[in-house]
């Protein structure tokens, strides 16, 4: 099978971006994988790594003076390389697809994955879903509900990110704190440490836990310590943690293409988001033994079972947030039990192969469906051309009538 993944983020991507390249890497085993993504995006530099895997350079989201040049240029791959599947990941690159295969004599299908938990009831939405998608896949039941609710999109199933398993154990309690002094300075035996590789958006609400530490009794809020994984922080941002008190106690790592060193030494990790269809780095963070703390938004709360590997709070409510880190302070014994959990949950619900495996199968549903199609129009070929030869003759008769009756 030839598979064509695109993706439009310029930028890095986040959890989308790991998503394409995970599914390529895997697919690349078995099948001739093409990656499409704008010039000298982190995707795009990250594929050109990987073995088996051909990279493209395409913007999906041009100026409007390069905007035909570009979906021409993606036609002429399409066309060429007779792909069997073309998947794709976000408005720009969906309707630039769309429009470069209107018209080809050999289309193929088309893989649309919804990965956030905007509106689906746009007029360009119901273009893309009529005439230029043939299988839907949703990252969680949420944004599944939300398809069904707003959109004309086909044959939507829900897949949920299956993550790599970090392929060890958590560590003993020796290295554990060895690791976290190296990584964050938090050499006391008492410390808690958390951590985000959710990103420093404002969206992301990890403001919402600085609030919180900061309503804590001050020696309880001295053991804690947090990371967050991301761009840069603002200027406005580094001030406001400082605002807080709390700057000795963050640290802001930057991007990192893995976390798993990070994780290894964290107590529990926590996506506060405002908006959220599933979340990959809090299903990564479980998968590595961390109990998760999460908003009650989109598709995140799908990912934890409350008090057993996990916390729910309301979105943009640090007291929430704060009842719990009491809690993480006051039971450190219960929080390693969850983190047991969660790694369980890990390894039977977020196992990789079946995420491969179930979006594999879709896309052998849409081929098939496709030639199951094309044998049908085949054979109705010969009545076709029968019916029209009828009506060819009848309409002449008729002509001749319509004369001599004149």
């Known amino acids: 099978m030839k598979i064509l993944y695109t993706n439009f983020h310029v930028g890095c991507g986040g959890g989308q971006d790991t998503y394409v390249r995970e599914l390529a890497l895997a697919m690349g085993r078995n099948h001739e994988v093409t990656v499409a993504t704008p ?26 003076h390069r905007f035909w040049r570009e979906t021409l240029r993606l036609r002429r791959l399409i066309r060429e390389h ?6 794709v990941n976000g408005s720009p690159d969906h309707r630039q697809v769309m429009l470069a295969v209107a018209g080809l ?21 119901w273009l893309r879903a009529s005439f230029g998608t043939s299988r839907t896949i949703a ?4 944004v599944r509900t939300l398809l069904r609710r707003e959109s004309s999109y086909p044959n939507i199933v829900v897949i949920k990110h299956g993550v790599r398993s970090p392929g060890t154990d958590r560590l003993n309690e020796e290295e554990r704190l060895r690791r976290r002094s190296a990584l964050l300075g938090a050499s006391a035996d008492d410390s808690i440490v958390l951590g985000s590789a959710a990103g420093t958006g404002a969206a992301k609400g990890w403001a919402d836990l600085v609030v919180a530490l900061t309503l804590l009794p001050e ?33 802001f790592t930057g991007p990192i293409n893995h976390v798993h060193h990070l ?37 995140l709360p799908e990912n934890v079972t409350p008090w057993v590997d996990g916390w729910i709070v309301p979105p943009r409510d640090p007291q929430a947030i704060a009842n719990v880190l009491m809690h993480i302070a006051d039971k450190p014994e ?8 969660a790694r369980m949950k890990g390894r039977t619900e977020f196992d990789f192969d ?24 085949s054979a109705n070929l010969p009545t076709r051309q029968w019916l029209h030869k009828f009506l060819s003759i009848a309409l002449r008769r008729h002509r001749r009538n319509q004369k001599r009756v004149a």
């Open 105 to 125: 004599a050999v289309r193929p299908e088309i893989v649309f994955t919804k990965h956030n938990t905007y509106p689906a009831n746009s007029f360009g939405n």
């Open 139 to 142: 990252v969680s039941d949420y």
């Open 39 to 64: 010039p000298g995006s982190w995707l795009g530099e990250q594929v050109k790594r990987l073995p088996r895997i051909t990279s493209v350079d395409i913007d999906f989201k041009p100026r409007w």
């Open 334 to 341: 219960r929080v390693r039990h969850m983190g047991h959990m």
């Open 263 to 299: 994780l290894a030494a964290t107590d529990v990790a926590f996506v506060l988001s405002y908006h959220e269809s599933l979340s990959y780095s809090c299903r990564e963070a479980m998968a590595a033994g961390c109990a998760s703390l999460v908003t009650k938004v989109g598709g």
């Open 354 to 377: 079946d995420f491969v495996e179930a979006t594999h199968g879709v896309y052998l549903d849409a081929v098939a469906a496709s030639a199951k199609q094309q044998r049908a129009t």
């Open 82 to 87: 007779r792909f069997d599947v073309v998947h």
């Open 219 to 251: 020696a309880t809020r001295r053991r804690f310590r947090v990371w967050l994984a991301g761009t840069e922080p603002s200027i406005e941002q580094r001030a406001m943690v400082e605002a807080c008190g709390l700057d000795a106690q963050i640290l």
